[in-house]
């Protein structure tokens, strides 16, 4: 099975930054995304932002755009999530996450499209 690996949180102050890494091993799906999702205590999980793997075309959620970066390196099997510009409302448990891409050109930003998660990583953003 696919194992997911992050690292890199931490406390943070506002306007600071954090670089999110994940490792994946074991098998992996033909054609498949990456991404990040964040759950803060008592809220619903939300997706943050996801790759495609091979086309490395990218979806962020409006609320970390021109904040957040996803990439990845092929090489190493790992995507990476720059957050810059942090704020507090960023605080949260960051998941890892990777799942079978859809044929087209859409990505899939419901928890359930995703299989397998990692552990999760806190960030927390302090005022």
């Known amino acids: 099975q696919v194992q997911l690996v992050e690292s890199g949180g931490g406390l943070v102050q506002a306007g600071g930054s954090l670089r999110l890494s994940c490792a994946a091993s074991g098998r992996t799906f033909s054609n498949y995304a990456m991404g990040w999702f964040r759950q803060a205590p008592g809220k619903e999980r939300e997706i943050v932002a996801v790759i495609r ?15 957040f ?10 995507v990476y999530l720059q957050m810059n510009s942090l704020k507090p409302e960023d605080t949260a448990v960051y998941y890892c996450v990777t799942g079978q891409a859809p044929l087209g050109q859409a990505f899939r930003t419901n928890a359930g499209a995703y299989p397998y998660w990692g552990q999760g990583t806190q960030v927390t953003v302090s005022s």
Do not use: F, H, Q
């Open 53 to 67: 793997w091979s086309l490395g075309t990218t979806y962020y959620v409006n609320s970390v755009k021109g904040r």
């Open 69 to 78: 970066t996803i990439s990845r390196d092929n090489a190493k099997n790992t």
